[in-house]
């Protein structure tokens, strides 16, 4: 068993009830209240930012030219590739930049990333990847189960552009390309040290889980 599907199998339970949450069932039919999808998109926006951080704290703790590279390339993916999604929304939502640049994380939002950013400054490259593969896996594991029970949802005429992009050849690849990384920053790992990317990987799988609440609840 590799150390992703280690982390996976760890919090199998948790990931199976993104797809059964009613804002992601929303989504997948068409059906979410866009003031949601609107109080989502900000909060999202938000977490982006220090999401890319976590990122570039990699980049920091990096060990080899090679690792930096590839942790860089995550935070202009994220800042220039992601968050375009982001910015195509709020245009058809009315949000300035302004607006999102200048809101106050909700509660939940800011205790996820600061989380993840307590783990980046003071743990090692391999945990700030586990920190990291939750989100990145999960969007795309929800994206992929909507196209497979929603065949026309990439089609729908507002809720498809983000289906499609977390359902992107492109994305997985990149996905990909983080597991691989993840892989080999926990070569040699003891179990002690596995445990503790376990225990990363579940605390943010389950943020990922509080994030949708609070979304569904626009709970700030």
Known sequence: MTVTERLLARTRDIWEGYSAHPFVRGIADGTLDR???RFYM???YIYLVDYAKVFALGVAKSRDVQTMRLFAGYVHQILDGEMDIHRGYMKRLCIPLEEAEAAQAALDNASYTAYMLKVAYEEGPAEIAAAILSCALSYEHIARRIVAEHPDAQ?????GEWVAGYADE???AANRELAALTERLAAGYTEAQLRRLEEIFTVCSRYEAAFWDMAWEMRA
């Open 42 to 44: 900000i909060q999202d």
């Open 155 to 159: 089609a729908h005429p507002f809720y």
């Open 170 to 172: 492109g994305y997985a």
């Open 35 to 37: 003031e949601k999808f």
